[in-house]
């Protein structure tokens, strides 16, 4: 009965995240076009003026001023990928990425659908600054692809979305490793120590009990994240660190949690009420050690998800798209297309993350180490690998990193855009046909 409603309640939660990540897609795609119309419009110089526009704040002698592009990129974004951490910890915890039987298909696809792309690109881009993009093909955007996936409304089985998301999750792992490790330059020694000096304070505070949201998102961001900025190691890595710290267990466990429950629902019951609108002060204590009493049966990861999650979604990548797809179109397209950058990123995203994906996946189920999910087909599984294609968020903010030419800044975000374009309508069209054959079978 207890694994029953467990399993209930899991499927609600998927449900509920799933609902949100799709919405959220639509938030993007509109932010995408009002960027880029507004980049091609008569006030485009107030656009790029408005990016740059010097925002800080000083405190004695300390200083610290950034343009608002990179107070987006490098600040908002690391709310992004604390998110991400959160959502991977809680994933290995207890969810898809617990139990290595269901983990090891969506793990093994997404390792190919990072593999292949990035040696595709380096065929392109074997030397000079260019070659530096090759992390630019290797990104899946969770948020558009599950978009794209809510299309076919209730036509495709739920697994479907399960091998998605935590497919798109481990991508994005594999993400932060790359930026970690490969776009990170100028290390200042001293700055790295404080911010890990920070990260073991939260640590310490995860194995003495401190359960309070505020204590890590203080410390994570004015301690972790401010030392990482200074450092030259990437802010955004702070955020998955933060993540890592977080308590994911709850303080009491459920049966305590119901004994509690029913005991105070009883004394709320046999309290004496007053007349009017307001509470006696019994019944007011009562209430408090309610909430007192959910708040212990909650695992603060969870909690800081939740209340990251539309902040995330609907603020944060929003404005992350608004400040970089904001492309001017000029000069020959087609000629920045089919450029060493362009192709390698265009042909990355499209057929790379297609071949990885697909071939990964085949490979492992011929080799009996992984299964298809329920109800799941390979056509859908083909059609899932060109979704993996569209690469936007994760693509860009790599793209910033990898160069300082702005003419390969340019061609890699319009390959970006026309790549993840091309993937969305490929695997929409497949996964339509596949849903239409699911119909007629059932």
Same mark, same amino acid.
């Given at each position: ?8 309640? !899991?499927?609600?939660?998927? @449900? ?18 009002? +960027? ?27 200083? #610290? ?67 530096? @993009?090759? $992390? ?37 792992? @594999?993400?932060?490793?790359? =930026? ?24 310490? $505070?995860?194995?003495? $009990?401190?359960?309070?949201? &505020?204590?890590?998102?203080?410390? %994570?961001?004015?301690?972790? &994240? ?5 450092? %030259?190691?990437?802010? /955004?890595? +702070? ?24 005991? #105070? ?10 007349? $009017? ?8 204590? !009562?209430?408090?050690?309610?909430? /007192? ?31 970089? +797809? ?7 397209? #087609? ?42 087909? &390979? ?47 490929? %695997?929409? =069209? ?8 699911? =119909?007629? !079978?059932?």
């Amino acid at each position: 009965m207890l694994k029953n409603r467990s399993n209930i309640g !899991i499927r609600k939660f998927f @449900g509920h995240y799933a609902k949100g990540l799709n919405n959220s897609g639509v938030v993007l795609f509109v932010t995408v076009v009002i +960027a880029m119309v507004w980049a091609n419009s008569p006030w485009k110089e107030f656009y790029t003026g408005f990016m740059q526009t010097d925002i800080g704040f000083y405190i004695a002698d300390f200083r #610290l001023s950034e343009p608002l592009l990179l107070w987006i990129n490098d600040g908002l974004m690391a709310l992004f990928f604390l998110q991400v951490g959160l959502e991977l910890k809680r994933e290995i915890l207890g969810g898809k990425l617990s139990s290595p039987k269901n983990a090891v298909l969506p793990i093994g696809a997404a390792i190919g659908g990072m593999v292949i792309p990035a040696f595709i690109y380096y065929l392109f881009n074997g030397s000079g600054e260019a070659s530096q @993009g090759w $992390g630019i093909p290797m990104a899946t955007d969770i948020a558009f692809s599950l978009g794209v996936l809510a299309l076919m409304g209730k036509r495709l089985p739920t697994a479907l979305r399960v091998f998605l998301v935590t497919l798109a999750i481990v991508d994005d792992l @594999g993400g932060v490793l790359v =930026i970690a490790l490969f776009y990170t330059s100028g290390i200042s020694g001293m700055d790295l120590l404080h911010g890990l000096l920070f990260f073991g304070l939260l640590i310490i $505070g995860n194995f003495a $009990g401190v359960r309070s949201t &505020w204590f890590y998102a203080i410390i %994570g961001i004015g301690g972790v &994240w401010l030392a990482f900025f200074f450092s %030259g190691v990437h802010p /955004t890595i +702070a955020g998955i660190l933060t993540a890592v710290a977080i308590p994911g267990r709850v303080k009491i466990k459920e049966g305590t949690f119901l004994k509690r429950l029913d005991a #105070l629902h009883k004394r709320f019951q046999e309290s004496k009420s007053i007349k $009017g609108t307001l509470i006696s002060n019994q019944q007011l204590e !009562i209430l408090e050690d309610i909430k /007192t009493t959910s708040s212990e049966a909650e695992t603060p990861l969870q909690k800081l998800e939740k209340a990251l999650h539309p902040l995330v979604s609907f603020i944060i990548l929003p404005l992350f798209a608004l400040a970089n +797809a904001g492309i001017h179109l000029h000069g020959d397209l #087609l000629k920045v297309l089919t450029g060493p950058v362009g192709l390698g990123i265009s042909l990355g995203l499209i057929f790379g993350k297609f071949i990885g994906i697909a071939a990964f996946s085949r490979i492992l189920v011929a080799l009996k180490l992984a299964k298809l999910p329920e109800n799941v087909s &390979w056509n859908m599984i083909y059609g899932t690998a060109f979704l993996g294609g569209i690469g936007f968020t994760m693509s860009l903010f790599i793209n910033e990193l990898a160069f300082s030419d702005e003419s390969l800044i340019f061609a890699a975000k319009v390959s970006i855009l026309f790549a993840s374009l091309i993937s969305g309508i490929v %695997g929409a =069209i497949l996964l339509y046909k596949s849903s239409k054959k699911l =119909i007629t !079978i059932k």
